[in-house]
Every structure is written in C-alpha cells, then in structure tokens.
C-alpha cells in the first residue's frame, strides 16, 4: 500500500469534526445502552421500489437502521423516538424527501484532474479524444490519480451518489480514495491499458494475493475496449472472474471505428468476442453499447449483461445513439443502468441530469417515465452491478440514503394530490446538491458538508495539482 500517500491524505484533507448548528440541525442524540442506533423519523416523502419492483411514494414514514442496515420502515405514528440513539427529524422545517443512495454504474475518478484540460466543447470527436487523453493521462503521478480520485468520488457523493463502478487502469489509488470518502466502491482495473501497457490479468492475481487487510473497495476487472485484448487475456479473464467471483466491464461499441476495429483485429464483432470466451453473463457490464445490432441485443439481454446509458457523454463525443427501445422491446430494460462517465466526458458528476438526459435524448421515438429514469439509477444499477442488498429502502438492505431538502426550488410547486410529481421535478430540474447522505449508515453528508474530507482545502490542493499537470504536459 502507498503509506506516503494515505499519510499526506490525512494530513491535508482529512475534515475536523465539527459541531451541529442547534438552530437548523435535524440529529438529536438520545444516548442510552439498549437502544437501537438510528431513526430517520417522519419522512414526509419516501421514494423506493419495493420487493416486486414497484415503486413506491410513502408519506410520513420512518426508518429503523442498526449497524448500517435497514431493519423497518413503518408508518411514523408508529415509532417513539425516545427508544433510538439517534434520531433524524426529517418532517422539521418543511421537511426531506429521502430515496435510495444513487448508483453510478460507469466512472473514470482519477480523471478529475483533466477538467478542463481537453475542451471537448470544441469539437473533437470520441476517437479523437481517446488519442489524445494518454498524454495528459501519463502525465500524472499515483498521488495525482488518488486526489483526484477524492475530488471526483465527493462530488459524487454531493449529487446523492453512494455506490460508483470506478473503470480505470490503476488499483491502489481508487482503493485509498475509497477509504477516505467512506464510499462504496467497484474497482475495476484495466488489463489491457493503453496508458499503462505493462497492466495484464497477471496484476489482478498480484493485487489478490497482496492485500494487507480487507479491501474497501470491490475488486473487479476492466477492458478499455474489447479489441485491445487477444484470446489469451479474454481466457484469463473469464478464469479470473470465475474463481474470484470478480465482475467484468468493458466499453462496447462506443463509436463505430471501434466496432470495425474488432472485427478487422479478431475477424468478430464484440459480443461474439465475449460469448466465445464466457463472458456474456450477469457478471458483465457493458458501457456505451451504441453500435450493436437486433440479434446481439437480444444476446446481451437474454443473457442478464449489464447495460450501462451514458447520454450526456455519447452527445458531447458524436458517438451516436444508444438504442435504449430496442433494449426494452425485448424486455432488456431492467439492466439498463445511467453512468457519468468521467468529467473529459460530462463535466457535472451526478446522475439526476443524466437521467433527465435520458429522457430528451429518447423522446423524439417514446417517453421515457420517471419512474423508469428513478429505476435506472437505483435498483436497475443495484441488480446491473450485482448488488442485491442496494437500490431500495426496505428492511435487510445496506443503509444508503440520499436526503433532498423538500422546500427547495426543485421541487416546489408540486400536486400534493399526486406526490409522484415530486419525482419529475427532482429529475427535470437538473443536477443539486443533497442536503445529507448515508452511506452503510454513515452520515457521510451532513447539513451540505462533507464528514470526511475537508473540501476547500481538497478544492486548493486539486488546482494546484491542475496546474501542475499542464506544465508536465506541455513540455511533451
């Protein structure tokens, strides 16, 4: 493990615990042995999906959780407070509307640094960008990656995010960038890398057999593309994976080059690629999946692969369309999840715009529901990652809860009658902030502040890093 780099992380960013504001804070500690720890007490407004899958809009519930996980949600009425460790007031002031902690099924966090650094705006095209993004990739440092690692994990974690699929081609800094932001995490690392072309299967085995102390990230294994792998490596993937039980991403037809590329290196497309070598199952996810045709599409889903829709993304790189209809013309659609990609590729980390993204990009065929968008970032991700114990708000799930402040501008004025309007505004107002977030029962967030890391001093250090990494750059 880098010990230098943990060190300066906590040296530098670590946040000083701070003192409730009386005046506006919603926790109350009741103290007592025998108590249970937590109630999220009389939530004015509960959005989850229940065990068939529906969703749901409960009013004036509340939340029992012990050692980070869900043990009920019952009607408030039926719950005293003065039984509980620590009581969360949602109902005060106008009150909270709570939901499930948002998954990001696709991420690139140690590319935090590069925002800014390419000016997509400009007009390059997604094979452009591929070419040029080794450059400034090379360019940094594992101290880099780490802290730009946070930068990007806690911005997440402000847009409501508690779970992030993190595809890159380096390990330890996403692991200790996931310590310090108390977040959970899928590290999928690259064996086939363009930036670090000495990475194979063989470093997964090595970061298997090196670990210190249980992991707090989520080993799993990452192909850029699937052209860059031969039959050799794609062999040693699947017997990773099945003796691991490690998960499997790649990015799959994200422009059309690349689908060409594969069939002019392998002589077949991707998905035969995968399903040659054992790898079409429930434990794979396949990000972009743009360029994919009728048959493979019921392939992919006939065979449970995790789909993941980056729309902000595919705009900004010309990449094309995803074909969201047909995935659910064939009942495809309960393993599509959103991603945000990196900021070279979506500048604003949260999944809320994405989402309403979602909605634009497809509407000109059909609409696409609330409550499907609600789906794709919550138990759509969950079953997408294989991570059954998230997603939803029920008793034996993980305690991961994003708390949005109900007086807010985006969400007033909704139809009392129809609470479920709540739900097209939180989406359709765009990217915000929430007020608190839980993660495994962690107030992670706390009336807007991060628990963890001190922000402005990780704001100053990134700039400065920023800077650094454009000088290296261009001196190249």
């Not at 007033?412 to 129809?418: G, R, S, T, V």
């Amino acid at each position: 493990m880098p010990r230098k780099i943990l060190s300066k992380i906590k040296k530098s960013l670590y946040a000083i615990p701070f003192e409730d504001d009386i005046q506006h804070t919603r926790h109350k500690a009741n103290g007592g042995k025998g108590k249970k720890d937590i109630l999220v007490h009389n939530v004015p407004f509960l959005f989850t999906c229940d065990e068939t899958d529906k969703l749901q809009c409960l009013q004036n519930y509340s939340i029992v959780i012990s050692n980070g996980i869900i043990q009920e949600v019952l009607p408030a009425k039926k719950v005293n407070p003065g039984n509980y460790n620590l009581v969360y007031e949602a109902g005060m002031r106008g009150g909270i509307v709570v939901t499930p902690g948002l998954i990001n099924a696709h991420a690139h966090p140690p590319m935090y640094l590069m925002r800014s650094a390419m000016m997509l705006d400009e007009g390059e095209s997604i094979d452009e960008t591929i070419a040029a993004m080794p450059k400034w990739e090379r360019s940094m440092t594992d101290e880099d990656y780490t802290f730009s690692a946070i930068g990007d994990i806690t911005e997440q974690q402000k847009a409501g995010i508690t779970t992030t699929l993190s595809h890159f081609a380096v390990y330890w800094p996403i692991e200790l960038a996931t310590r310090a932001t108390k977040h959970n995490m899928i590290n999928a690392v690259s064996v086939a890398s363009n930036t670090h072309p000495e990475n194979s299967p063989a470093l997964i085995r090595n970061i298997l057999n090196i670990q210190e102390a249980p992991p707090e990230s989520q080993l799993a294994i990452a192909l850029h593309y699937v052209h860059r792998a031969n039959a050799k490596i794609l062999k040693e993937v699947k017997k990773l994976q099945s003796e691991h039980n490690l998960l499997f991403t790649c990015h799959m037809a994200e422009s059309e080059r690349v689908a060409r590329k594969c069939v002019a290196l392998h002589g077949k497309r991707e998905v035969e690629m995968l399903k040659s070598h054992g790898l079409l199952t429930n434990k794979t996810i396949a990000s972009h999946s743009i360029y994919v045709t009728e048959n493979e599409i019921k392939k992919l889903v006939k065979n449970r692969v995790g789909i993941v829709h980056l729309p902000t993304s595919n705009a900004i790189h010309k990449s094309g369309t995803f074909p969201l209809w047909k995935f659910i013309d064939v009942a495809g659609n309960s393993y599509v999840a959103l991603g945000t990609d990196g900021v070279v590729s979506k500048s604003r980390l949260d999944l809320l715009s994405e989402a309403y993204q979602t909605r634009i990009t497809h509407l000109y065929s059909r609409t696409v529901k609330f409550g499907s968008l609600f789906k794709m970032m919550t138990m759509n991700a969950a079953r997408t990652l294989n991570m059954p114990d998230r997603g939803k708000i029920l008793p034996g799930m993980k305690a991961d809860l994003a708390f949005w402040k109900l007086k807010d501008r985006g969400f007033i004025p909704f139809d009392e009658k129809n609470p479920m309007t709540l739900l097209g505004n939180l989406i359709t107002h765009g990217g915000r902030a929430v007020r608190d977030l839980m993660i495994n029962g962690d107030f992670v967030v706390k009336s807007r502040r991060h628990t963890k890391i001190n922000e402005s001093k990780l704001l100053a250090v990134l700039q400065k890093k920023h800077i650094a990494m454009r000088k290296r750059v261009g001196k190249k």
